[in-house]
């Protein structure tokens, strides 16, 4: 897909250190990343989690790029098999994965101009092309303006960290 000021394209196994980066960058802004020594380790087994996944089609990524071919943003959806459940509509039985949209990002020198929204519809047509029942993510405080003009709704998931003291 092209527009006047970049490309999107999609991702391929030798993106995952860019995805990567993404990754850490998007959980650093978002306060989840307490230390460099964090952010090298989560960088590293991110690099070859997503090349593996990229190459097994368990994940499928988008950058935009712009015309001296350098990433401005991207936007992935890790595939995760489910049970079989009721359809969003509410009228069948659902078999298919869900898309887990993860790593939105976008270079702090293009933000505001459209570039994440772009990639999330270039998502979203993906996901209704392959007849998903639906696609989930987990919004940041940043991003959840963006996803609720597209039409996510906000659901009644609740964490729980075994381990971590109440």
């Not at 079989?84 to 898309?99: C, E, F, M, Q, T």
Request: aromatic share 10%.
């Amino acid at each position: 897909m092209s527009h006047p000021h970049y490309q999107i394209r999609t991702c391929t196994a030798t993106d995952a250190p860019v995805i990567a980066r993404h990754r850490v960058e998007m959980f650093r802004e978002m306060g989840s990343v307490p230390s460099d020594e964090l952010a090298r380790a989560l960088f590293e087994h991110s690099v070859s989690a997503l090349a593996n996944e990229l190459r097994s089609g368990g994940y499928f990524g988008w950058f935009a790029v712009d015309h001296s071919d350098r990433v401005i943003a991207g936007a992935g959806a890790h595939v995760k098999p489910q049970l079989p459940r009721i359809s969003g509509d509410g009228k069948s039985i659902a078999l298919s994965p869900v898309p887990l949209i993860v790593n939105v990002y976008t270079e702090p020198d293009w933000r505001n101009k459209g570039v994440a929204r772009a990639l999330m519809n270039t998502l979203m047509r993906w996901a209704r092309e392959r007849a998903f029942d639906r696609v989930v993510l987990h919004a940041s405080d940043a991003g959840r303006p963006l996803y609720e003009s597209l039409g996510f709704r906000a659901t009644n998931e609740m964490r729980w960290f075994p381990g971590v003291a109440d």
